[in-house]
């Protein structure tokens, strides 16, 4: 008895050492950071998606059949139902203008509410609210207008866990409405084995297609990239902001990038609220940013310069 009991002791105790050994890996796979997440979903090799493709593609007969039965009995129904056609169809238009039109509002809602004709040339103050209800002038010489608009920032934001990031920003304006929006992101990473770093960034020509003395919005299109592991990726990207000056010395900015790095999709969205004196000025505010599934939240604080 003794014998037999000391041999299931033994087995048992060998059982639990392969479990802890198998489970090794499984813990080391899960505590992958942040960044080597991005990356994967960068720079993926699509390697999971052909076990799945045979059992999509194929079809066997007796479905076939079925799909013909099916079609048959699906158009000899149909004499009977053309005014349901007709309504049908009429819906589907009926839901494809509001989608469209509520796609496209953030574009043509902003001139509406604003009356801008999108041509007109707008100047700037040397400063917001110098000589000015908010950061524009229509009237070119007014005291201290200028044709171009220059804006650089530099913000520190932390999630509070194991990412904080430096950031730096350039937007340059002229009174044509043209311009250029280009930002780049320093992101470090606390991991197990360290630390890990990841650069992005982005380069964007843009155009203000909605201004008034207290708003302005632009949108544009240019290349986002990525660097991490000493590997770089490019991909597109489109950019959409808004600056608001509700009254001196508030200064209320939001903007979103939307593209996609390599495999995978970016989103980008930054909403500030901060004050400004003689072109300097500070702020506040919440930062997104996502690649694949990947998210990052920040609570940011920044500093500005306009001139």
């Known amino acids: 008895m003794l014998g037999n009991h000391h041999s299931t002791c033994a087995v048992w105790m060998r059982l639990m050492l392969v ?77 494809a203008t509001g989608v469209l039109v509520g796609v496209t509002s953030p574009f043509w809602g902003p001139n509406v509410a604003l009356e801008d004709d999108m041509l007109q040339a707008g100047y700037f103050p040397e400063h917001p609210y110098e000589n000015a209800e908010g950061s524009l002038l229509y009237d070119k010489s007014s005291r201290g207008a200028h044709d171009s608009l220059i804006v650089l920032q530099g913000q520190y934001g932390d999630d509070y866990d194991d990412i904080f990031h430096a950031n730096g920003r350039v937007l340059m304006e002229h009174s044509s409405r043209f311009g250029f929006d280009t930002e780049f992101f320093y992101r470090n990473e606390d991991v197990q084995t360290g630390h890990d770093e990841l650069w992005t960034g982005d380069f964007n020509i843009t155009y203000r297609f909605a201004q008034s003395m207290k708003w302005q919005f632009r949108a544009g299109l240019g290349a986002n990239w990525l660097v991490y592991d000493d590997e770089a990726d490019e991909g597109i990207n489109f950019t959409y902001g808004a600056d608001w000056f509700p009254a001196d010395p508030i200064v209320v900015s939001a903007l979103l990038d939307w593209g996609r790095i390599g495999d995978a999709g970016l989103f980008h969205g930054r909403t500030t609220i901060g004050l400004s004196h003689n072109g300097w000025g500070v702020f506040t505010g919440y930062d997104f940013f996502e690649i694949g599934h990947q998210e990052i939240h920040s609570w940011i604080n920044g500093i500005e310069l306009r001139f």
Do not use: W
Not at 53 to 68: D, F, H, I, L, V
């Open 19 to 95: 479990l802890a050994l198998v489970s090794v890996p499984a813990n080391s796979q899960s505590s992958a950071g942040t960044f080597d997440k991005i990356n994967a979903e960068v720079r993926q090799t699509n390697t999971g998606t052909s076990s799945s493709s045979p059992s999509e593609t194929a079809s066997p007969p007796s479905r076939k059949q079925e799909g013909k039965e099916s079609r048959n009995s699906r158009d000899h129904h149909d004499e009977y139902c053309e005014d349901d056609d007709d309504n049908d169809n009429a819906f589907a238009a009926f839901l």
